[in-house]
């Protein structure tokens, strides 16, 4: 069965910084790789599909990489703002349908 | 545009009660359908996927039971709720099968 860890469990910084998220998994056999955001008490945003083919994706401000042989994938979140406090997710697509998640970075960017 | 709902928002229920939480999509046709379930303190947790009407596909044994009576509609139910089932209800959809998933804002439900 898949497993998803993501490190650090939270993180706080100062408003401008770089920052780099962490989603590790056991099984390289992947479908794809999602980032999320959640709010306090709300549903999940998508931020990023990362095919398993793929090596990296971008949006705005963020970029995710794959590293499917090493089980790895990062999200870089640059110059950060206080409205991308939130919790990020990491969830690996293992077989067609499911989604493994992780626990999930809570994010805090201090003004 | 495509839109997912879910209702109730929120929901207190005694143990032992019945339970239906109801997710539809807007804007699309076919889509496959999700539900997750987050407890406190875990990851979100696939409960029942469905590619079409009235197939279902369970991933984890338990007291919950899943029905797609209409394309775009899918039902999460219980006859009689436990404790454990206490959570965060999102219902997702997709394009198809391997592709990007797009969460509903969730249904809070607490056992008592």
């Known amino acids: 069965k898949q497993e998803v860890t993501q490190i650090p469990a939270a993180l706080s910084v100062p408003e401008g910084e770089n920052l780099v998220l962490n989603c590790s998994f056991t099984?390289?056999?992947?479908?794809?790789l999602q980032w999320f955001r959640q709010d306090p008490g709300k549903g999940l945003t998508s931020l990023l599909l990362?095919?398993?083919?793929?090596r990296e994706q971008t949006s705005g401000r963020l970029n995710a990489s794959l590293d499917k042989s090493s089980g790895r994938s990062t999200l870089y979140i640059a110059a950060s703002q206080p409205g991308d406090s939130a919790t990020y997710l990491c969830?690996?697509?293992?077989?067609?349908?499911?989604?493994?998640f992780g626990t999930g970075t809570r994010l805090t960017v201090i003004p | 545009s495509q839109t997912i709902h879910q209702w109730p928002a929120t929901l207190v229920q005694p143990v032992g009660s019945p339970l239906s939480l109801e997710c539809t999509v807007e804007?699309?046709?076919?889509?496959?359908l999700y539900w997750y379930r987050q407890a406190a303190g875990r990851g979100l947790q696939l409960l029942f996927y469905?590619?079409?009407?009235?197939?279902i596909s369970s991933e984890v044994p338990q007291n919950l039971s899943a029905s797609r009576p209409q394309d775009r509609q899918f039902i999460l139910s219980s006859k009689k709720l436990l404790l454990s089932d206490s959570g965060f209800y999102l219902c997702?959809?997709?394009?198809?099968?391997?592709?990007?998933?797009?969460f509903g804002p969730g249904t809070r439900l607490t056992v008592t």
């Open positions: 969830a690996v697509g293992s077989g067609a349908n499911n989604l493994f």
């Open positions: 469905s590619v079409g009407i009235g197939q």
């Open positions: 804007g699309t046709s076919n889509p496959n």
């Open positions: 990362i095919q398993s083919s793929q």
């Open positions: 997702a959809w997709s394009w198809t099968s391997g592709y990007e998933q797009y």
């Open positions: 099984d390289s056999a992947i479908y794809n």
